[in-house]
């Protein structure tokens, strides 16, 4: 049996260790303070209450702390939810460290780097490939360990890398359907859209927006990047207007994010690429936690839906 929080079933114990990625102090109605609690692991993340805290509880469980936790996994509003029982900080004898914690991609960064190399080879566009050349030597160190998002898909360290490269990948076997597609564009588009993401977020331990990513986006973040290098690299022409446009309207909707939508071929194949593989994600990662003849949890980000794992076996 697998071991984890990602693996325990409602209804089922938990007595381990785990790392606080998030806590946020409350109010209860009978005037008490208590925590709402982020718990992590490689395998997953629950959330959990402790009530009736203290001051000294508050400066003990805080983002980034490994503690001790004993606990009954319930249900609440369709999601699992810890109850917890007992609860202590780590000790430098239990012998364990926050990389224990942290979920990874399931691809090597060496590999996903040579995925990367490979598509911007295959780039024909001088302009375009000059430019995504550029963005990759500006962030290669980061890129290659954050996440794409502080939960739902690929929020892992690697994440962000692994999400390009699985783009990539789908963009190739488009490519070959609809071979009048721009292939530069496309492949530009799935690199770039994204990496704002590296200002958006803190980081891969307790993955947080920053004030820039709160204030501006991702999106908007990126658009004004693309415009600072290509007037570095003095490339002027409408290849930067188009890769803007590709970040842009990425997200499809004003409702989703984006202040335009696709109104460039390419765009509209970026959009539904990145949905297919941020919705797969989140779904290969509900479906692994649960038996054959189960639902998952309501996931909040494909309409607070529960998917149903069939029973019979794959071919």
Do not use: C
């Not at 114990?13 to 005037?31: E, P, R, V």
């Not at 188009?242 to 499809?252: D, F, K, M």
């Not at 990145?274 to 994600?281: E, F, G």
């Not at 936690?289 to 996931?299: A, I, N, Q, S």
Request: cysteine-free; charged content about 25%.
């Amino acid at each position: 049996m697998k071991k984890g929080i990602g693996y325990t079933s409602i209804g089922e114990t938990f007595d381990d260790f785990i790392l606080i990625k998030d806590a946020t102090k409350g109010t209860a109605s009978n005037g008490k303070a208590f925590l709402t609690l982020i718990l992590r692991d490689a395998t997953g993340e629950i959330e959990a209450k402790l009530w009736d805290v203290s001051k000294e509880d508050e400066e003990l469980f805080v983002p980034e702390q490994i503690i001790k936790v004993t606990g009954d996994v319930n249900q609440f509003r369709g999601r699992a939810q810890l109850k917890i029982v007992s609860i202590r900080p780590v000790q430098v004898t239990d012998g364990v460290q926050i990389s224990d914690f942290i979920e990874k991609a399931p691809v090597e960064k060496e590999i996903l780097t040579e995925k990367l190399t490979e598509a911007i080879f295959e780039m024909e566009n001088p302009t375009i490939q000059r430019i995504v050349r550029a963005f990759i030597k500006k962030y290669q160190e980061k890129l290659l360990v954050y996440p794409a998002a502080s939960r739902n898909h690929h929020a892992y360290a690697s994440g962000l890398a692994h999400h390009i490269v699985s783009m990539l990948q789908i963009a190739r076997e488009l490519h070959k359907l609809y071979p009048q597609i721009n292939k530069d564009l496309l492949y530009a588009g799935i690199i770039l859209h994204d990496i704002g993401k590296i200002k958006e977020l803190s980081g891969i331990i307790s993955t947080s927006y920053t004030l820039e990513g709160k204030l501006l986006g991702h999106i908007p973040i990126m658009v004004e990047e693309i415009g600072l290098m290509a007037r570095d690299l003095k490339i002027e022409g409408e290849e930067v207007l188009i890769l803007q446009h590709l970040v842009l309207s990425h997200h499809g909707k004003a409702e989703w994010g984006s202040p335009t939508p696709p109104l460039v071929r390419e765009a509209e194949l970026l959009h539904f690429i990145d949905l297919i593989d941020a919705k797969m994600n989140m779904l290969n990662s509900a479906l692994n936690k649960v038996k054959p003849g189960e639902f998952t949890e309501r996931l909040f980000a494909m309409d607070n839906r529960a998917f149903y794992k069939p029973t019979f076996e794959e071919n």
